[in-house]
Nanobody, 117 residues
Framework: QVQLVESGGGLVQAGGSLRLSCVASRSTVSINVMGWYRQAPGKQRELVASITSGDSTNYADSVKGRFTVSRDNTKNTVYLQMNSLKPEDTAVYYC???????????WGQGTQVTVSS
């Protein structure tokens, strides 16, 4: 079992920055992929950024050049550094990990990010 603890959400003005953290507590299996999804009101949940155990990254086109995903394998933690935030980045951000041989999914509870203009 993997328990995910998210932090770092909040209210920020356009152009500002936030850093989200997600800790995979009590992880006893290999974490293959860690990433972040977001869901804005009235929209589908979308992948924002992900990072593999080999440090390969993937980003949504809308955040490329502004967001950076990274991981600390020792701490089983994934980060999302969000710079140059825009009002359209406003959403609930969810941590996601895929573990083990079958890439079993685990989800965090979500953290609200609100960007004001």
């Amino acid at each position: 079992q993997v328990q995910l603890v998210e932090s770092g959400g909040g209210l920020v003005q356009a152009g500002g920055s936030l850093r989200l953290s997600c800790v995979a507590s009590r992880s006893t299996v290999s974490i293959n992929v860690m990433g972040w999804y977001r869901q804005a009101p009235g929209k589908q949940r979308e992948l924002v950024a992900s990072i593999t155990s080999g440090d390969s990254t993937n980003y949504a086109d809308s955040v490329k050049g502004r967001f950076t995903v990274s991981r600390d394998n020792t701490k089983n933690t994934v980060y999302l550094q969000m710079n140059s935030l825009k009002p359209e980045d406003t959403a609930v951000y969810y941590c996601n990990v895929k573990v083990g041989r079958w890439n079993t999914n685990y989800w965090g509870q979500g953290t609200q990010v609100t960007v004001s203009s």
